[in-house]
């Protein structure tokens, strides 16, 4: 998670405690009821490279996280992930997904507009 965000516009220089508790907070419904069925994480060589986590806030699942590590990006891991994990919720008759992005994050705003999210 620290890794995946360092450089990046939601680079608030967190350090690796604030990392470790965020992953608690997520994992203890800070976000909402952690979704174990439908998130999913990408491992290579033992070392997860992304991952993408999914939470219920407000009665709808919420992609918490979608994450990858910078030596990885760009490899269709963000995208493959999301798209698993939304044929996931489909499966378990969940119409709708939504999640937030910060404004100016650019490519995440363009993966996930190419996946029919839209602005609520």
């Known amino acids: 998670m620290l890794g995946a965000y360092r450089g990046t516009i939601d680079d608030g220089g967190e350090t690796l405690d ?33 991952g993408t986590i999914v939470t219920h806030y407000e009665r709808l699942p919420m992609i918490a996280f979608s994450l ?32 937030a992005v910060t404004c100016g994050n650019t490519p995440a705003e363009r993966l996930y507009e190419s996946l029919g999210f839209t602005d609520v």
Do not use: C
């Open 18 to 50: 604030d990392a470790r508790g965020e992953v608690v907070k997520t994992l203890t419904g800070g976000y909402g009821a952690f979704d174990f069925e439908a998130s999913e994480v990408i491992e290579r060589e033992g070392v997860v490279v992304a």
């Open 68 to 99: 990858t590590r910078p030596e990885w990006r760009r490899q269709g891991l963000a995208r493959g992930g999301l798209l698993r994990v939304m044929h996931r919720l489909a499966r378990a008759r969940h119409a709708r997904v939504q999640l």
